[in-house]
T-cell receptor, first 118, second 115 residues
Framework: AQTVTQSQPEMSVQEAETVTLSCTYD???????LFWYKQPPSRQMILVIRQEAYKQQNATENRFSVNFQKAAKSFSLKISDSQLGDAAMYFC???????????????FGQGTILTVHP | GAGVSQSPSNKVTEKGKDVELRCDPI?????LYWYRQSLGQGLEFLIY????????KSGLPSDRFSAERTGGSVSTLTIQRTQQEDSAVYLC?????????????FGPGTRLTVT
């Protein structure tokens, strides 16, 4: 079974600084997606960034980028120029791409609470 | 367009009562998922519907939990004889599996409190 681990329950960063959230995962599959979701106090899960396992180039979305190390099964999220609105719970998630019963469902890490200080 | 909607937003029920939680997916999305978010268990998958295929019920924690999806659209998650450990936020998501990215779009969730 696939597992996702976020070892940092809480992180904090000063506004305008850079912070990196860690995520490791375990899978024997080769075709999968990894995601970072943001959950603010409103509970709405928002997709921040996604990475396809077959793509070696790290994904980037504006101030958000990932460091995807497939061999090490590591998928960290870097937030540059942190803003107050980035404060939220961040979840790392895994999704298999193959057919079968596990197709589509997300396996989540435990989450990291990010606090942004002004 | 409209996103995924869930109702009610909050539900308080007494132990032993049955509850129904509703999810309206994004129009045209054929896949629908239910997840549970609780303090002790984190975010866990419950059930997955894809078109007319048999649902993947592998995440349902007990036979008190069931879900149906009528007409390939609206879904209802039913919890019978609720227990205090059922208290959690229940999240619904939908996606269009025709796309390789198969991105899941989440609703705002229903917070269930069992007293």
């Amino acid at each position: 079974a696939q597992t996702v681990t976020q070892s940092q329950p809480e992180m904090s960063v000063q506004e305008a600084e850079t912070v990196t959230l860690s995520c490791t995962y375990d899978t024997s599959e080769s075709d999968y997606y990894l995601f970072w979701y943001k959950q603010p106090p409103s509970r709405q899960m928002i997709l921040v960034i996604r990475q396809e396992a077959y793509k070696q180039q790290n994904a980037t979305e504006n101030r958000f980028s990932v460091n995807f190390q497939k061999a090490a099964k590591s998928f960290s999220l870097k937030i540059s120029d942190s803003q107050l609105g980035d404060a939220a719970m961040y979840f790392c998630a895994y999704r298999l791409n193959a057919g079968g019963t596990s197709y589509g469902k997300l396996t989540f890490g435990q989450g990291t609470i990010l606090t942004v200080h002004p | 367009g409209a996103g995924v909607s869930q109702s009610p937003s909050n539900k308080v029920t007494e132990k032993g009562k049955d509850v129904e939680l509703r999810c309206d997916p994004i129009s045209g999305h054929t896949a629908l998922y239910w997840y549970r978010q609780s303090l002790g268990q984190g975010l866990e998958f419950l059930i997955y519907f894809q078109g007319n295929s048999a649902p993947d019920k592998s995440g349902l924690p007990s036979d008190r939990f069931s879900a149906e999806r009528t007409g390939g659209s609206v879904s209802t998650l039913t919890i019978q004889r609720t227990q205090q450990e059922d208290s959690a936020v229940y999240l619904c998501a939908s996606s269009s599996p025709g796309q390789r990215t198969n991105e899941q779009y989440f609703g705002p969730g229903t917070r269930l409190t069992v007293t």
